[in-house]
């Protein structure tokens, strides 16, 4: 599912650019994030509205220099702070399974949960 953050683009047009970012692993996926950006992750089954997460598995850190650290040690006290919005819905797939000549049809539809996480701030020490 793209994520579409009209928020960043506004900003990057007005020219206030945000040069700090970071690369998380969230359950197998891995996420790029700036401050004050919005983002869909798998669902976290038992997160509140208004709850905060902390990521610590960061894999590429950027300050606001521009300086890049890679890698887990050399990153193992950054975490990345966020907080929950709410749940939503991503788009429906459906399967259809059709057999000829035996008037069978089968339609199953599914649709994934995600969690809107909103980044508050990306902490280096």
């Known amino acids: 599912m ?10 990057e047009l007005k020219g206030e650019v945000n ?7 969230d359950r197998g996926k891995q996420y790029k994030v700036k401050t004050g950006e919005r983002h869909l ?10 709850e905060t997460l ?7 850190c950027s300050n606001e220099e521009g300086n ?19 749940v939503k819905k991503g788009v429906k797939s ?3 399974k059709f057999r000829r000549r ?4 089968t339609r199953k539809g599914h649709r994934e949960k995600y969690t809107q996480i909103k980044i508050k701030e990306i902490v280096l020490s």
């Open 102 to 105: 035996k008037e069978s049809l």
């Open 94 to 96: 459906m399967t259809i």
């Open 68 to 86: 890049i650290t890679f890698g887990t040690t050399a990153n193992k006290n950054a975490k990345v702070i966020a907080e929950v919005e709410g």
């Open 19 to 25: 040069k700090m970012y970071a690369i998380i692993k």
């Open 41 to 50: 992750i798998d669902l976290k089954a038992g997160a509140q509205i208004g």
């Open 54 to 60: 902390e990521f610590k598995d960061v894999l590429v």
């Open 2 to 11: 793209p994520n579409f953050e009209p928020d960043s683009i506004l900003n």
